[in-house]
């Protein structure tokens, strides 16, 4: 287990003017009352994919509310990952088999990682996801309140593997989903449903005047004075990126001058990346108008901002997914998005009001045309958008929720 040090980021009088002040207020009251409670956070990886990037956020913002919240990841072999991505994605409905070989690896890490804590030093816990779900049942739970945070879309799972996974989730004292639709069925106890946020101040979600942004993307060779359409995911199968090209090329034929831009960094728990990469290169060879970027480009959150801002058109064309929080990230930034109508993401596009849910890469390349052709509707969407987020997505509420499950373990 190796101990995250966050650098301080926004504290939450930073979000004065931004939240509203019920929230604000109920967040200090709550903070006030939590504030001798030791938390820890335990996920796979501080670096690639949602769950890093609101950890990130969030526990510099809890620390400067003088919350005790500190963030722990899994030291692991390769090999452990290559089998919690099976996990992951079994749990999202791959009818794939974990060998009893793959489960010892996971069960052994799982074991390993105790060495390095001591539960004693806790009063709660938030495990998230599957990859570190199994140390409940390795340590004990020692007094301390434990909480399964699951990330992903467990709707439909491979139910052999779910199954691995009740034996031991019911041990723990609560769980949060992001949607109702997701909890897996055979829990009952303590359910709560909390959807992510990002966080509007970051250097990814700041405000930035589209000249900077321009400025920006121009450095990586995109034409800024043609229409540009961008997705940023990890190379995952469930984002559909060779879905993403092949839409691109369709709208191309309506918009011969369209650029696309594909941002996927590679994180460190995902050994699906590289070779999901090669196969979009290959895709999308010959093309001079398609970008393939990743943080090996410099890629890092200022320039994942300026494509947010400056492009014409998100893309988040999945066909499985947890959240999304790229979504509300280029919301924020009032720009449009175009998403699969799977997950999480209809939770945050309201169809024909704040972008578009798409179920093919023929409509996906229709409404890419469509933004493109009408500006002033695109425009008008992506501000409805930012509202949205204002209200529902932003991580004051997500720090909001999580104090509310940590008062009610507590509170005897
Ligand atoms: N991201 C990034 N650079 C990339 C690809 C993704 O910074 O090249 C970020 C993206 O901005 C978002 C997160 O990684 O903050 C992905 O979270 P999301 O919930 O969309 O998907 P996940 O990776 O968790 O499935």
Redesign the pocket.
């Known amino acids: 287990m190796i101990s995250v040090v966050t650098k301080p980021s926004v504290v939450i009088e930073d979000y004065k003017g931004v939240i509203d002040d019920s929230l604000f207020d109920e967040i200090h009251e709550l903070a006030q009352k939590l504030r001798d409670v030791r938390v820890c956070h335990v996920n796979a990886t501080s670096y ?4 890093a ?1 609101i950890l990130q956020k969030e526990i510099p913002l809890a620390k400067s509310l003088d919350l005790k919240f500190d963030w722990k990841t899994i030291s692991a072999y390769p090999a452990f990952f290559d089998v919690t991505k099976k996990i992951h994605n079994a749990l999202q409905g791959n009818p794939l088999t974990i060998s009893d070989k793959e489960w010892q690896v996971y069960s052994s890490c799982n074991i390993d990682q105790i060495k390095q804590i001591n539960p004693s030093d806790y009063d709660v816990f938030f495990i998230h996801d599957p990859q570190p779900a199994e140390i409940i049942n390795c340590i004990g739970k020692n007094g301390a309140k434990w909480v399964w945070r699951c ?1 992903i879309d467990t709707s439909e799972p491979n139910q052999k593997v779910a199954d691995y996974f009740l034996k031991f989730l019911d041990m723990y004292d609560a769980s949060i989903f992001t949607m109702a639709d997701y909890v897996l069925k055979g829990m009952d106890k303590n359910i709560f449903i909390i959807p ?1 946020a990002i966080d509007a101040l970051s250097e ?1 979600n700041r405000l930035m005047n589209r000249k900077e942004a321009k400025k920006i993307v121009e450095r990586f060779g995109v034409d800024t004075t043609r229409p540009i359409a961008t997705q ?3 190379f ?1 199968p469930w984002k559909d990126p060779i879905g993403v090209v092949e839409s691109y090329k369709i709208a191309k034929a309506k918009v011969p001058n369209l650029q696309l831009v594909m ?3 590679m ?1 460190d728990d995902d050994p699906e990346g590289e070779q999901i990469f090669k196969e979009v290169k290959r895709h999308a060879s010959g093309d001079k108008d398609i970008f393939l970027l ?2 090996q480009d410099g ?1 890092h ?1 200022l320039e ?1 901002n300026a494509f947010q801002t400056y492009s014409d058109v998100i893309m ?1 064309k999945s066909t499985k997914e ?5 979504v509300s ?1 280029a919301l924020w930034k009032e720009t449009p998005v175009i998403g699969g109508n799977v997950g999480g993401i209809p939770t945050q596009i309201e169809d024909g009001k704040t972008g578009f849910l798409v179920n093919s890469k023929e409509e996906c390349a229709e409404k890419i045309v469509y933004l493109i052709q009408n500006k002033d509707i695109a425009h008008e969407m992506g501000k409805k958008g930012r509202e949205v987020v204002r209200q529902n997505f932003l991580l004051p509420r997500l720090l909001r929720d999580e104090l509310k499950v940590i008062e009610q373990l507590t509170k005897d």
């Open positions: 690639g994919g949602g769950v990037e990330h992510p990814k940023v995911s990890r995952d941002i996927g960094s994180a990743s943080n890629v959150d994942v988040q947890g959240f999304g929080l790229t990230e």
